[in-house]
Structure formats: C-alpha cells, structure tokens
C-alpha cells in the first residue's frame, strides 16, 4: 500500500514538473536542460506537421518546372521495378511449382502401384481374393526374401517403394521394403509421396477387417 | 575551361540523362524479348513433358492391366495377338499401341518432324532441337520394359536359359538371376519413328521353382 502511494506520488510530481517546463522545453535546446551525458527523445509534435504541410503547398505551386525534364527518367525506372517485380513473381511461382513437381507427377504412378499390388495374387488369398494376412505375414517377415522378391519382379528399379498394409482400427499393420534396396533410401527425412486404395483384409477364416495398402515411393537422385 | 564552368545551357545534363534514358530503355526491351524467348524454350520442354509422361502413362497402364480386357487402346490389326509357341498364355496378355500423331500437342508442335524418340528397359528419352538449341525430357518406366518383340525376348531367354519362359516352357532360374539378365538386356536404346505407331505387350515369363510355376510381368515396346 505504501509502495503504491509512493508511486502515485510520484507520477504526479513528474507531471506537474512536466507542464511546468514543457514551455522551456521546447524554446531552449534540449541540451541545455538536462545534465551531461544524458540522452533523451522528446516528440515535438505541434511544431512538425506546419512545415510539412507549408513543403506540400509550396511544392504543388512551384512553376519552376524542377522534376520536368527528368519525368521519362522517373516513368522509365517506374516500368523497370514493375518488370523485375513481374519476373520475380514468375522466376518464384516456377521454383514453387519445382519444388512441388516430385509429389505432383509421382503421385500418379504411386497410385497405379498401389491399385496393383491390391491385385496382386500373392498377397491375396486362393478363393475369397481378400489380402491374406499370413501372406502378409511372410511377406513382411526378414526370411520372406523369396516372396518379396516375386512380388517386386513385376517392377522397374527406377522407383524407391514399400508397402505399408494397415487394418483401419490400426491393430494390425505389415511393411513390405524390397531386400535389393539400401534403408538409407527410406529415411524418414526424404521427400516422398504416398497413395492409397481401400483393401479388405482377412485376418483368418472367420474375420476380415477393412484396411489400407499403401505405396510410398521416395524421392532419388534421378527423379 | 571558364567558359565550360559558365555555361548555363545544361546540354551535359540533356545528354545524360537522355543516354540513361536509351540505356534502361535497351535493357528493358532486352529483358522482354529474352522473357517471351524463354516462354518458348519452355512451352517447348512442357510439350516434350507431356508427351513423354503421356507415353509412359500408356506403358504403366498396360504393365498393370491383368488381362487382355484391360486394353488401353485395343490393337486392331490383329497383328500381335498370337504367340506361336505359347498359345496358352494369351488371356493373361494385355497388348496395345501408342502413336505420338494421334496426339494434338505433338501436331501442333514445332518440333513434330524432328523428335527423337528414344526407348529402353528403363526409360523413354524424347530429343530434339530448336533454334540450335537441344531439349530433352526423360521419364522412367514404373513397370519392367524391354525394347523388343516377344519373337526376339524368347530367343533371347532360350540362349541364356535353354528356355523361352512361357507357361509351357517355364525357366528355372531364380529370379535375381532372370532380373539381372532382363536388366542387362534392356539397357539398349531402341529408337522408334514418331509416325509409326508403338505397339505395347505385356508378356509374362513364367519361372518354376520349388514351390512350383510362378509368373511375372514385363512390357514389350516395339515398332
């Protein structure tokens, strides 16, 4: 309480003392007021705006014809910002759509992948045509090599895939990454694109569960 | 020199700005007229974009296709229907063809009696020149390509492998060696006219192994 009325005191000091000498102030320098080696900034709004105002009419009524001879400079150098304004948005909407190219023309064949590894005989079962999760199984198991190797004969080398096989309560979820293929070309920090297609998956003969596969291919030196 | 310091004419300072003037003036053009160059140079690598994502578009399609329904576009010559020596295997070909003239880009382009088309078992290259100046735009396959006709891949196999790879003569090597063989073979560019049409079949080599006769696909690109 006390500290507070301190304050209030204060406060109320530094504002009579305020109105006192603004008026000395602004007469003298500001130098002359204070001590030395002190540095302060005071805003002297009432005496700032006249001029500019007086600059502005005296500007609009001069006749002496400054600025004329050098207007085609000026309207010249106006097109030239314009144009190189022009340029960069064109030179930055190209390097953008650059940046994006990856995901914008893989996404199609990640999709064709997906779409057929669901046809694909050997993850499915004999009769139903659901994915069977013991093919899975073996598919995604280290020893599976063989399995995997069918599966991904169909395919070029050009594209870095795996597939990931994931019921959608996600309870259950197989990855299948080709043997021939370095694990530095699936790090997490690649850029990738990935595509989905809905798959029915059958856990054993009495249940089947919906789900997804998914084809993520990774970006490589050549695409 | 006092009279040079006396001259109150100012045509030193009509001069320069006036050559400042033709100087912006001449980069400025300069800057438009290399623009609206590039425009062209690009409009030409985005045909040639086009044309190869198109064709390879054409290549995945049938490299997915399961079956001889799934034509993309049916051949009707009737030309490349029938294997001889596998005439078993034909309901699980898909074949089709792509001609670059029955696309409007590639008649409307300027480069349409100059385009080199390039093809092997990993990727097509389209070429060609404009102004003195070279554009390429390759895309790679998704599925497995070979450069040649069924009759050449069987002759082919059964030097290597003492079998043509169909249902009835299934090879029995593993597959990292059938694939490494299939990806030496391929590397070979084929160069195809842009005025013929391409056909596309998707021919499966049937391998036996201990766990029995397995199959897989690869698309056959041929004049």
Same mark, same amino acid.
């Given at each position: 309480?006390?500290?507070?009325?301190?304050?209030?005191?204060?406060?109320?000091?530094? +504002?009579?003392?305020?109105?006192?000498?603004? %008026?000395?102030?602004?007469? +003298?320098?500001?130098?002359?007021?204070?001590?030395?080696?002190?540095?302060?900034?005071? /805003?002297?709004?009432?005496?700032?705006?006249?001029?500019?105002?007086?600059?502005?009419?005296?500007?609009?009524?001069?006749?002496?014809?400054?600025?004329?001879?050098?207007?085609?400079?000026?309207?010249?150098?106006?097109?030239?910002?314009? =144009?190189?304004?022009?340029?960069?948005?064109?030179?930055?909407?190209? =390097?953008? /759509?650059?940046?994006?190219?990856?995901?914008?023309?893989?996404?199609?064949?990640?999709?064709?992948?997906?779409?057929?590894?669901?046809?694909?005989?050997?993850?499915?079962?004999?009769?139903?045509?659901?994915?069977?999760?013991?093919?899975?199984?073996?598919?995604?198991?280290?020893?599976?090599?063989?399995?995997?190797?069918?599966?991904?004969?169909?395919?070029?080398?050009? /594209?870095?895939?795996?597939?990931?096989?994931?019921?959608?309560?996600?309870?259950?979820?197989?990855?299948?990454?080709?043997? +021939?293929?370095?694990?530095?070309?699936?790090?997490?920090?690649?850029? %990738?694109?990935?595509?989905?297609?809905?798959?029915?998956?059958?856990?054993?003969?009495?249940?089947?569960?919906?789900?997804?596969?998914?084809?993520?291919?990774?970006?490589?030196?050549?695409? | 020199?006092?009279?040079?310091?006396?001259?109150?004419?100012?045509?030193?300072?009509?001069?320069?700005? #006036?050559?400042?003037?033709?100087?912006?003036? !001449?980069?400025?053009?300069?800057?438009?007229?290399?623009?609206?160059?590039?425009?062209?140079?690009?409009?030409?690598?985005?045909?040639?974009?086009?044309?190869?994502?198109?064709?390879?578009?054409?290549?995945?399609?049938?490299?997915?296709?399961?079956? &001889?329904?799934?034509?993309?576009?049916?051949?009707?010559?009737?030309?490349?229907?029938?294997?001889?020596?596998?005439?078993?295997?034909?309901?699980?070909?898909?074949?089709?063809?792509?001609?670059?003239?029955?696309?409007?880009?590639?008649?409307?382009?300027?480069?349409?009696?100059?385009? $080199?088309?390039?093809?092997?078992?990993?990727?097509?290259?389209?070429?060609?020149?404009?102004?003195?100046?070279?554009?390429?735009?390759?895309?790679?396959?998704?599925?497995?390509?070979?450069?040649?006709?069924?009759?050449?891949?069987?002759?082919?196999?059964?030097? $290597?492998?003492?079998?043509?790879?169909?249902?009835?003569?299934?090879?029995?090597?593993?597959?990292?060696?059938?694939?490494?063989?299939?990806?030496?073979?391929?590397?070979?560019?084929?160069?195809?006219?842009?005025?013929? #049409?391409?056909?596309?079949?998707?021919?499966?080599?049937?391998? #036996?192994?201990?766990?029995?006769?397995?199959?897989? &696909?690869?698309?056959? !690109?041929?004049?």
């Amino acid at each position: 309480m006390r500290r507070e009325f301190l304050l209030l005191a204060v406060s109320l000091f530094i +504002n009579d003392w305020l109105k006192v000498h603004l %008026k000395s102030i602004l007469k +003298n320098p500001i130098e002359k007021l204070l001590p030395k080696d002190w540095l302060v900034t005071v /805003y002297l709004p009432c005496t700032a705006i006249k001029p500019v105002k007086q600059k502005c009419s005296v500007m609009f009524t001069d006749e002496r014809a400054i600025i004329e001879p050098h207007a085609d400079l000026l309207s010249i150098a106006l097109a030239v910002t314009g =144009f190189m304004v022009f340029a960069a948005l064109i030179s930055q909407t190209y =390097f953008g /759509y650059e940046d994006r190219s990856f995901a914008l023309e893989n996404y199609e064949s990640a999709s064709l992948l997906a779409e057929t590894l669901a046809d694909n005989p050997i993850l499915k079962t004999g009769s139903s045509g659901l994915l069977s999760a013991t093919a899975l199984d073996s598919l995604s198991d280290p020893d599976g090599f063989n399995e995997r190797e069918r599966l991904f004969a169909n395919f070029s080398g050009n /594209y870095r895939f795996l597939v990931e096989i994931r019921t959608e309560d996600a309870q259950c979820c197989w990855r299948i990454v080709p043997d +021939n293929v370095e694990p530095e070309a699936f790090a997490d920090g690649k850029e %990738k694109v990935a595509a989905s297609v809905p798959v029915v998956i059958e856990l054993n003969p009495a249940q089947s569960v919906p789900g997804f596969l998914t084809v993520v291919i990774y970006k490589t030196a050549w695409m | 020199m006092r009279n040079f310091a006396q001259d109150d004419s100012a045509w030193a300072d009509f001069l320069i700005s #006036k050559a400042a003037l033709i100087l912006a003036s !001449v980069i400025l053009f300069a800057g438009i007229f290399h623009l609206a160059a590039s425009f062209k140079e690009l409009e030409i690598q985005e045909q040639l974009d086009f044309l190869s994502r198109d064709f390879k578009t054409a290549v995945d399609m049938i490299g997915s296709s399961n079956s &001889g329904s799934d034509n993309l576009r049916p051949d009707n010559s009737g030309s490349d229907n029938s294997d001889p020596g596998n005439p078993g295997s034909n309901n699980l070909q898909a074949d089709g063809y792509y001609c670059f003239e029955d696309e409007e880009i590639f008649r409307n382009s300027p480069f349409m009696e100059d385009l $080199k088309i390039k093809v092997s078992g990993e990727y097509i290259c389209l070429e060609t020149k404009y102004r003195e100046r070279s554009f390429r735009a390759v895309k790679p396959f998704t599925f497995r390509v070979l450069p040649f006709n069924e009759s050449v891949l069987h002759e082919k196999l059964s030097t $290597k492998f003492g079998a043509q790879g169909g249902e009835e003569t299934p090879l029995t090597a593993d597959y990292a060696e059938i694939e490494a063989f299939l990806q030496a073979v391929g590397t070979d560019e084929a160069v195809l006219d842009p005025n013929e #049409k391409i056909s596309l079949k998707k021919e499966l080599i049937y391998v #036996k192994d201990e766990e029995g006769i397995s199959a897989f &696909g690869c698309v056959l !690109v041929y004049q």
